[in-house]
């Protein structure tokens, strides 16, 4: 298997992924309305649901037979 495009291919998603986020994050954080506090904290939880949900993903992929996986399309 070729790693390198792989790597490539991570890292580059990750970019865009974090140009993103940096980006929605820079326009809260510059609307009054929102208190940084809670900008932080938003992201903090929306980052941490995320995580979980992966982690509860990947073990059931993990306890699923493989067919059944691919049927979900996980």
Known sequence: MAWLPLIALGVT???ATNLDDAL????FFGD???RARHVFIGQA???GLLVA???V???AAV???ARAVGLLGL
Request: proline fraction near 5%; charge should be positive.
């Open 13 to 15: 998603a990750f970019a």
């Open 24 to 27: 929605v994050l820079l326009l």
């Open 32 to 34: 009054r309305r929102y």
């Open 45 to 47: 939880v929306g980052v």
């Open 53 to 55: 949900l992966s982690l």
């Open 57 to 59: 993903v990947a073990l």
């Open 63 to 65: 306890a699923l037979p």
